[in-house]
T-cell receptor, first 111, second 115 residues
């Protein structure tokens, strides 16, 4: 069945430290893995994505890694800032057009 | 582009009343998705359309929920009759489809409260 597991559910870090959020997926045919950031009172916003033909992608302080064999992918945020505080969701495609979302990680960055 | 537009932003209604949520996707996008977000169940896909045709409605909780997309620029999600357990934030998202930009862009959501 379709399933994306996300850990941890909450994460607290000191400003400047790194944060890592991990996800696993069940459908070996999944080929697109986006990460969304949701701030309070707003809709989820895409921050980075990766496709199955790539193992790693980086955009400034944010990076995503993908291990297709293990069906794992992770979000890495370096040099965290208070404005990084939000809920982060991973997702994976299921049957091409459908996205299945993880349960979310609430990240708090303390100054 | 103004992004995905949803209305109303907040809706408070009484149990048994009909509720209609509205969505305008990003122009040119041919996929439209309706999601529901609650603390207990997270972000759930309810239904999605491709070229105005419903493709998968397996996430629609029950017959009280219905969705339509009469044209490429408008969709509705209707709940009739509404119940307190329908209280949630409902999001609409649109995308350009596989092979093009399959990023889903979310609207700001409609917060529904059923008393």
């Amino acid at each position: 069945g379709e399933n994306v597991e996300q850990h941890p559910s909450t994460l607290s870090v000191q400003e400047g430290d790194s944060a890592v959020i991990k996800c696993t997926y069940s459908d070996s045919a999944s080929n697109y893995f986006p990460w969304y950031k949701q701030e309070l009172g707003k809709g989820p916003q895409l921050i980075i994505d990766i496709r199955s033909n790539v193992g790693e992608k980086k955009d400034q302080r944010i990076a995503v890694t993908l291990n297709k064999t293990a069906k794992h992918f992770s979000l890495h945020i370096t040099e965290t800032q208070p404005e990084d505080s939000a809920v982060y969701f991973c997702a994976a495609t299921f049957r091409t057009d459908k996205l299945i979302f993880g349960t979310g990680t609430r990240l708090q960055v303390f100054p | 582009d103004a992004g995905v537009i949803q209305s109303p932003r907040h809706e408070v209604t009484e149990m048994g009343q009909e509720v209609t949520l509205r969505c305008k996707p990003i122009s040119g996008h041919d996929y439209l998705f309706w999601y529901r977000q609650t603390m207990m169940r997270g972000l759930e896909l309810l239904i999605y359309f491709n070229n105005n045709v419903p493709i998968d409605d397996s996430g629609m909780p029950e017959d009280r929920f219905s969705a339509k997309m009469p044209n490429a620029s408008f969709s509705t999600l209707k709940i009739q009759p509404s119940e307190p357990r329908d209280s949630a934030v409902y999001f609409c998202a649109s995308s350009g489809g596989q092979g093009r930009d399959d990023t889903q862009y979310f609207g700001p959501g409609t917060r529904l409260t059923v008393l």
